[in-house]
């Protein structure tokens, strides 16, 4: 018997253990509806959550320079966590833009 065959046995053998059987087929939904949130939405989420952590970095920062806390490791991960976040919205705008330039340059 062959690697393959043994293989294959192996992996037939336990299907058949674990009672693999086939789903039932789902069809896709109707156009127009809509399974979960829509780019518009996942895109205010998303922004609102780089604000959100923003603000967070910039309260951890005051609270530092006024001596709330001295914690400077804290602040600077707050930091660098909103640097990365606004870096990538910025860009993900980016991209959109070459996009839209790039299809209005398409020839029609």
Do not use: C, W
């Not at 046995?9 to 156009?31: K, N, Q, Y």
């Not at 919205?89 to 070459?98: E, F, G, I, Y």
């Amino acid at each position: 018997m062959s690697i393959t065959g043994a293989t294959s046995a192996a992996s037939m053998s336990h299907a058949t253990l674990v009672g693999a059987r086939p789903g039932p087929i789902v069809p896709p939904p109707p156009p127009g509806t809509s399974v979960g949130p829509d780019f518009s939405q996942r895109m205010g989420a998303a922004l609102e959550s780089v604000n959100t952590q923003q603000a967070k970095a910039s309260q951890a920062a005051r609270d530092f320079e006024t001596g709330k806390t001295d914690d400077l490791a804290a602040v600077m991960v707050e930091q660098q966590v909103s640097s990365l976040g606004f870096q990538m919205t910025l860009q993900t705008r980016n991209k959109a833009l070459t996009a839209y330039r790039d299809i209005m340059n398409m020839p029609v």
